[in-house]
């Protein structure tokens, strides 16, 4: 079992930055790809990032790439999300996740522990 409990969210104007935090406990933490979700009132739960056990792969979706930069220390058991340019559309509440796989996964369905989340809001 794996718990996780994210931090950072907040709210921020257009253009601004918020750095999110997940803190994991349980289980080895270094066993599990992570990645962060979000999901907007009315829609579904989106990716948004992952990265893998080691660290060494990452992968964004498109609409965040070039803006949001993953991270992870597996000597503290965290995993990050550095969002800058933040657009009112990143608005939404947003979701750390963890897997039982050393790789990366890009939908809901392969994650097995899940954060309760955190409110991000990007005012126009």
């Known amino acids: 079992q794996v718990q996780l409990v994210e931090s950072g969210g907040g709210l921020v104007q257009a253009g601004g930055s918020l750095k999110l935090s997940c803190a994991a406990s349980?289980?080895?933490?270094?066993?599990?790809?992570m990645g962060w979700f979000r999901q907007a009132p009315g829609k579904e739960r989106e990716f948004v990032a992952t990265?893998?056990?080691?660290?060494?792969?990452?992968y964004y979706a498109d609409s965040v790439k070039g803006r949001f930069t993953i991270s992870r220390s597996n000597a503290k058991n965290t995993v990050s999300l550095q969002m800058n340019s933040l657009k009112p559309e990143d608005t939404a509440v947003y979701y750390c996740?963890?897997?039982?796989?050393?790789?990366?996964?890009?939908?809901?369905?392969?994650?097995?522990?899940w954060g309760q989340g955190t409110q991000v809001t990007v005012s126009s």
């Open positions: 996740a963890a897997r039982r796989s050393i790789g990366v996964g890009y939908v809901t369905s392969q994650y097995d522990y």
């Open positions: 349980g289980r080895s933490f270094n066993n599990n790809a």
């Open positions: 990265i893998s056990m080691s660290g060494v792969s990452t």
